[in-house]
Every structure is written in structure tokens, then in C-alpha cells.
């Protein structure tokens, strides 16, 4: 389980940054994230979600990680996903953009958790 904790890790990083770099460029040119971005960033979430989860199902079975800034990390990425469905503006071009930022926020402290994750 450790092994997937690891790959999911590796998996909502690279998906966070890619849906961020696009949400960040579809704000800039002006546009809407067309239909594949909002899917992007769904799944994004989806997989930080599942991280957290898949983390405290080994917390449950005593596999501690080695740094406890790991559980710091992993809980503001978790806050970081989700502040958007209660902040963000109605505006769509606006709420693309605290969506694309949380994203990028999330993901960067998603790597912070993955470099104090090591096995204790």
C-alpha cells in the first residue's frame, strides 16, 4: 500500500501542475477552459483526495511517516483543493482562475508531502 501511496503521489503532482500550467494560460488568452480543463482539474482533485484518504489508511495500520510535517503538508493540500467550492467568485472566467490556483497551490504542497513522506 505503500507503493501506491507513493505512484498516487507521483500521479496527482503531475496531473495538479498540468491543469494548473493550462489554467493559468486559459486565464491569461482570455478563454474558458473549454471542456477538457474543468475534467483536468476535477481530476486533480479526485486523486489529492484519494492521496489523503489512501494516507490515513495507513496511518490506521501504524505506518507512520518519517517527518510529521508530512501530515501538515498533506492536510493544507487537502484544504487547498477544496477552498475554491467555498471561495471562489460566480463569475466563470474568475472562478477558473482561484480553481487553476488552488490546483497549483495544492500540487506544490503535495511535493512538499511527498519529500518528508519517506518510510519511517
Do not use: C, K, N
Not at 70 to 90: E, I, N
Amino acid at each position: 500500500m505503500l507503493a501506491a501511496h507513493a505512484a498516487l503521489a507521483l500521479a496527482a503532482i503531475a496531473v495538479a501542475a498540468v491543469a494548473a500550467v493550462w489554467g493559468g494560460v486559459s486565464y491569461r488568452r482570455g478563454r474558458g477552459g473549454g471542456r477538457v480543463l474543468p475534467q483536468l482539474l476535477a481530476l486533480a482533485q479526485t486523486l489529492l483526495i484519494a492521496q489523503v484518504a489512501l494516507g490515513l489508511l495507513l496511518l490506521s495500520d501504524e505506518r507512520r511517516a518519517a517527518d510529521d510535517l508530512h501530515y501538515v503538508y498533506g492536510t493544507l493540500a487537502l484544504g487547498a483543493v477544496l477552498s475554491p467550492w467555498l471561495y471562489a467568485p460566480r463569475e466563470p472566467r474568475r472562478r477558473l482562475l482561484w480553481f487553476a490556483g488552488a490546483t497549483l497551490l495544492a500540487g506544490a504542497l503535495a511535493v512538499r508531502a511527498y519529500t518528508t513522506g519517506g518510510a519511517a
